[in-house]
């Protein structure tokens, strides 16, 4: 158990601290999140004091400054919630002040994600073969994350194959519907309906295989977030009702999936005021 014991008490040097924090997300949190915690910090204990009970405001600006000198502020703000983290154990657990609690999130510029449209999506779809044009359907049709799709086991599927029980982001579990088409394609394999997907979960392959088809398709280049986002976008342009389409991406918030990932086309607008002249 952790003791309630100030750090003024026991001179806890900030390895110690950071030790002790890291036992602590341990478990807690998601492995690639413990990851990218342990790599923030290791890098934030060269800006902090020995003493970590003398951490202040201007330790972390220092060290954020210094990561906003190579990093967009999109990116130091993934640092900057592992350091309040940090901060907020140590102010729960040992009874001291809380420097992080006082510094605000940066503000970003929204991302610019690359979308594809139907007519794209159906050229890399004629061109595709074999387990490339299932991994494409498969990913279009279901909107998984990559680190989803790399958690993926047969387990994950229904008795009836008509969903997937999946753990997203936040360790959220939620149902995705299986249509069809991934029902036609994990049912070629009934003993291994996952198989088509074992190549691709190292880390780039999926990518990999989305610019390559995009060349051989001559579109622009588009990685596999993008077929997340014609998932979401298909959905709401055959009148599939906002909430629906945030529950099967794994959204806490309808606003999340309006925003970031309902992308209409300019074409859709046509006839849209027909009922008016009438």
């Known amino acids: 158990m952790l003791s309630s014991l100030s750090i003024n008490q026991t001179r806890m040097s900030k390895q110690e601290a950071v030790t002790r924090w890291l036992s602590y997300i341990t478990g807690r949190l ?12 290791n890098r934030f204990v060269d800006y902090a004091p020995t003493n970590i009970d003398n951490l202040t405001v201007e330790h972390i600006d220092r060290y954020l400054d210094s990561i906003l000198k190579h990093y967009t502020p999109r990116c130091a703000n993934s640092y900057l919630t592992a350091v309040k983290s940090f901060c907020r154990f140590l102010a729960e657990h040992y009874d001291l002040p809380n420097p992080a609690a006082k510094i605000k999130m940066l503000t970003e510029q929204p991302p610019q994600p690359r979308i594809i449209t139907s007519e794209e999506y159906h050229a890399v779809l004629s061109i595709a073969e074999g387990v490339e044009r299932d991994v494409i359907q498969f990913i279009a049709n279901t909107g998984l994350r990559l680190s989803e799709i790399r958690g993926l086991t047969p387990g994950c599927i229904s008795s009836d194959r008509k969903t997937l029980s999946i753990v997203g982001k936040g360790r959220k579990r939620r149902i995705v519907a299986l249509n069809q088409v991934v029902r036609a394609i994990i049912s070629r394999k009934p003993n291994s309906p996952m198989n088509f997907l074992e190549s691709f979960k190292a880390r780039n392959s999926l990518y990999v295989l ?24 298909e959905l709401a342009t055959r009148g ?3 909430y629906l389409i945030s529950r099967l991406l794994g959204h806490s918030s309808i606003r999340t999936t309006e925003k970031i ?9 046509i006839g849209s005021t027909d009922c008016l002249a009438q």
């Open 240 to 242: 599939v009702p906002i």
């Open 210 to 233: 989305c610019c390559r088809l995009a060349k051989r398709a001559k579109i622009p280049r588009f990685g596999p977030h993008a077929l997340r986002h014609y998932f979401a976008t």
């Open 30 to 41: 998601t492995l690639r999140t413990c990851q990218h915690y342990r790599m923030v910090i």
């Open 261 to 269: 990932y309902i992308h209409f086309q300019d074409s859709i607008l």
